[in-house]
């Protein structure tokens, strides 16, 4: 089992930044993806970034190419997403989870946070 806690949402307005923080405890998981993910409502939830627990290889959504940057400390277990010029569209409850492999789909990933909200106000 692997347990994943976020942290960090918040409200903030257009064009500030927020960084989540994704701690992971219990089972070992040196070749895991760690991957974050959001959902606004009535909408599905949406890939956005993904990093090998083991190496460096990192892989973003289109959507947040260039203003999201994720990112880990393999020392305290946690895997963060730096969140620069946000925008009202962004405004979402932001997951972390665990897969196997390398996936940009959701059914892919084993475990999940129980989310974190950001909101963006314009």
């Known amino acids: 089992q692997v347990q994943l806690v976020e942290s960090g949402g918040g409200l903030v307005q257009t064009g500030d930044s927020l960084r989540l923080s994704c701690a992971a405890s219990g089972r070992t998981f040196s070749s895991y993806v760690m991957g974050w993910f959001r959902q606004a409502p009535g909408k599905e939830r949406e890939f956005l970034a993904a990093?090998?627990?083991?190496?460096?290889?990192?892989v973003y959504a289109d959507s947040v190419k260039g203003r999201f940057i994720i990112s880990k400390d393999n020392a305290k277990n946690t895997v963060s997403l730096q969140m620069n010029s946000l925008k009202p569209e962004d405004t979402a409850v932001y997951y972390c989870?665990?897969?196997?492999?390398?996936?940009?789909?959701?059914?892919?990933?084993?475990?999940w946070g129980q989310g974190t909200q950001v909101t963006v106000s314009s």
């Open positions: 990093i090998r627990w083991s190496g460096f290889g990192t």
């Open positions: 989870a665990v897969a196997m492999a390398p996936s940009t789909i959701a059914t892919m990933y084993n475990y």
